[in-house]
């Protein structure tokens, strides 16, 4: 079967599908190629027994302009649900308790979890010198600006939470741009952020809130509204064997879905899979080419999704609980989804979420679901809820989850510079550039859209 369409987006998860939504605004028709029977990509949402859980991400933070277009957007097929005032409490472990992260000066002054040098040294941050090394990882940079135990007790575990990484493999410059780009335009992080807070904001601005969010019923209602603003039809699913060829000026695409190939011409081809899936989909393009533009390590990430139909161990009053690595536990963090939003699991129970692997520990996505139960249910015996079996416990194992911007990041972007204008009409995107959020997905996707339209 041979198709003409214009622009072909490979990939039917948050950037590919709010690709398509952008573009359709424009007035364009993408066609969404995906490999799965669903649309969504690592956003699912099951609704079992009473529970409600993610396989994937569990909550977004309101955190660009474009990710507000995009709830706006789609207001009337999916509600945004905003997170509790517990989720601006988290806990950190430390000497197997759980200790609040401090929120103020105050709890600051006696919170265990830093030394005392390390508290007076965050009062001089506004006076250190900035680096001058633009390579310099965040674990240097913590240590530099801030002191060893800010490094182990707050930045190791949200970097944990973030990217299943470590600190010191992950370069500033790329894995946090804006806490970089604070120390390097202002001097300082506090000074930094205290100016910023003054400059004028645009009215789309002001809605950045930086709350923690989910949707209503989960994030899977999310990614449904999008695809019905989309177009289900404009969405093949269980696509294999998905390739792109040169033809002319143009591309050919060609997939098999139940063992028909279809062929599609496009003049615009646009990749929103992972960096690792790449290579695979533009077999034309030289080794020598396509490897350093998509050479980067991915975090294996093992979730677990617990649920008890009664709940009265350890008050969940917060966004959940990180755990730094030199408390050596199998587990990252885990969050409290049902304390912050409405429906996740039965009156009076609870459901928590697990995550465990990362850069650190990538052997537990190897480990059977026996050996993975064990240690989740020790982990939650010993710290949230001594002698209580679950009720559910489904585990969602990720080979590819999160992208780490280390060093040769820079390197990797100029490479994708070089094939993007070697090859007109090809566009490399996807979560192997510009973040790894949510909100960094749908601000990608937005700009995508506004490139290829005045590019066509
Ligand atoms: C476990 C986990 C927890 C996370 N937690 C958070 C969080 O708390 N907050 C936050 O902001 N972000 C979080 N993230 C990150 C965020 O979810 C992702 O950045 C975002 O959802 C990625 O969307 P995407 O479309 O870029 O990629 P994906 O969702 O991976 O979509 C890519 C799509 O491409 C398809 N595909 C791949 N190869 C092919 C091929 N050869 N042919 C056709 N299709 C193909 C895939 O099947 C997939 O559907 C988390 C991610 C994971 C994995």
Redesign the pocket.
């Known amino acids: 079967m041979e198709q003409k369409k214009q622009i072909v987006i490979?990939?039917?998860?948050?950037?590919?599908?709010?690709l398509a939504w952008y573009l359709k605004k424009y007035g364009h028709t993408a066609l969404v190629?995906?490999?799965?029977h669903?649309?969504?990509?690592?956003?699912q949402t099951v609704s079992e027994g009473g529970f409600v859980y993610?396989?994937?991400?569990?909550?977004?933070?309101i955190?660009t302009p474009d990710l507000v277009d995009l709830l706006g957007g789609l207001s009337g097929s999916c509600t945004p649900e905003r997170a509790s005032r517990r989720g601006v409490k988290r806990y950190i472990m430390y000497k197997e308790r759980w200790h609040a992260l401090p929120c103020g000066p105050v709890s600051g002054l006696f919170t265990p979890l830093f030394s005392m040098r390390d508290k007076f040294r965050i009062l001089g941050e506004p006076f250190r010198k900035p680096g001058t090394d633009p390579y310099e990882s965040v674990a240097d940079m913590t240590v530099r600006r801030m002191g060893r135990t800010i490094l182990n007790y707050a930045v190791n575990p949200f970097i944990s939470?973030?990217y299943?990484g470590d600190p010191a493999k992950l370069t500033t410059q790329y894995a946090l741009p804006k806490l970089y780009a604070l120390e390097q335009n202002y001097g300082s992080f506090i000074k930094g952020a205290i100016r910023k807070a003054r400059l004028p904001k645009t009215d789309e601005e002001k809605q950045v809130t930086r709350e923690i969010f989910s949707a209503e019923g989960g994030?899977g209602n999310l990614t449904s509204a999008l695809v019905e603003k989309t177009g289900a039809e404009n969405i093949v699913c269980s696509?294999?064997?998905?390739c792109v060829e040169p033809a002319g000026k143009r591309y050919t695409v060609s997939?098999t879905v139940n063992g028909q190939k279809t062929s599609v011409d496009a003049h615009t081809v646009v990749?929103?899979?992972?960096s690792h899936?790449i290579a695979?989909?533009f077999p034309f393009i030289p080794k020598a080419e396509i490897t350093p533009a998509t050479s980067v390590e991915y975090a294996k990430?093992v979730?677990v999704a617990v649920g008890y139909n009664k709940w009265t161990g350890f008050k969940l009053d917060a966004f959940g609980g990180l755990v730094p690595a030199r408390e050596q536990r199998s587990m990252l963090g885990i969050?409290f989804p049902s304390a912050i939003f409405k429906g996740r699991a039965p009156e009076g129970g609870a459901l928590l979420s697990v995550?465990m692997g990362g850069v650190q520990k990538p052997e537990v996505l190897e480990y059977t679901d026996n050996e993975i139960e064990k240690l989740v249910y020790y982990e939650i015996e010993s710290s949230l809820y001594p002698g209580q079996a679950p009720d559910l416990v489904r585990i969602?194992r990720?080979s590819?989850?999160?992208p780490q911007y280390g060093p040769n990041t820079g390197r990797r972007l100029d490479a994708i510079a070089i094939i993007e204008q070697r090859y007109p009409g090809i566009y490399l995107?996807?979560?192997g550039r510009d973040?790894?959020?949510?909100?960094?997905?749908v601000k990608?996707a937005r700009t995508l859209a506004g490139k290829i339209n005045s590019d066509i």
């Open positions: 490979i990939g039917a998860g948050l950037t590919g599908l709010s190629i995906e490999k799965t669903t649309p969504g990509g690592v956003m993610e396989t994937g991400p569990n909550t977004g933070v955190g939470g973030i299943a994030f696509a294999q064997n998905v997939y990749s929103t899979t992972g899936e695979g989909l990430l979730q969050l995550f969602t990720h590819h989850a999160i995107a996807g979560n973040g790894i959020a949510m909100a960094d997905r990608q």
